[in-house]
């Protein structure tokens, strides 16, 4: 029992960690730092609270497949969105018709 | 080999036939839980991406979207969840101890926790409605761009669909805890609880990850 109230602990602490972060001027960090305490909480939560860390491995391997096949389409439509310029014609572009990233409103 | 077969089956009542002792029968359901949770992540995943893909372009429009979420309620559901989730582990730990009693009245508590979130969930809705923020053609007047709508459908998606998964676990663990009370779960044979446990951490973690992405990265 005492493994699962250290996890617990753990994931407390961490959720208020997140909490306090996100009062913090991190700018375009703060996305990169929730996420990243979020999947370690994960991993707590996989680890101990599912016991993986006691089962076969190809109980790992199920799951870890899955978590790489999810990495791959957010890696790939990342890149995707990420590279993607909207040509705006000069009479509508307040860049005056260089290739912009525009939101779905500027498209209007 | 018949004979043997009825007697593996008499010394242990939950074996089923197709299996040569209860060790591999229970490692085949964890392996088979695995693999669903793994659908499941998948199922989810499709719609972190779409968060992720707009988020990239609408940053501005998300951003102000999270400030018009209630971060009180959604952050007292993320601990109630966490908590949730504690008293199930224990509930294992104590059945694989063979305290049954303890298992059951831990289970119960889970599926309290459970009940509370689903209300705070229910509540927080109700005031977006309030706010002017239903989804569909109703919050076309309250939220002017084409990116806050967008955020807002999509935090209905997703927050909803967790909130099926959410109400699914309660039922689960209420029967997990039915039987647990009835006694049909042992420190020897107590598979049902540990796959309906799982099922329950699952849910908890996609939460761990909705909570941020819909209240505090602004």
New interface residues.
Partial sequence: ?AK??W??AG??AL?TL??LL?FAPLGGW??IA??S??FL??VL??L????LIE??S??WI??T???L??AC??GF??LD??SRVRLVPPELGRSGGTAV?????AA? | MAESLDAASEAAPELESHFGDLEQQTHAAQFGMWVFLATEVLFFGVLFTLYIAYRMTEGAAFRAGIQRTDLVLGTANTYILLTASLFVACAVGAIRESRSRLASHLLFGAAACGVLFVFLKLLEYLHHIEDGLLAGPYYASSLPTAGTRVFWSLYYLMTGLHLVHVSAGVVLLLWIWHRTRRGDFSARYHTPLELGGMYWHFVDIVWLFLWPMFYLMH
């Avoid at chain 1, 101990?48 to 016991?51: A, E, G, L, P, Y």
């Avoid at chain 1, 990233?101 to 409103?105: G, I």
């Fill in positions: 029992m699962y109230l996890t617990y994931l407390l959720t997140t909490l996100s703060e996305p929730a996420m305490i979020a909480k994960a939560v996989i101990w609270f599912m016991h089962q076969r190809t109980n199920a799951f497949v899955s978590l096949l999810l389409l957010i439509t990342s969105v990420g990233r525009a939101p779905l409103d209007r």
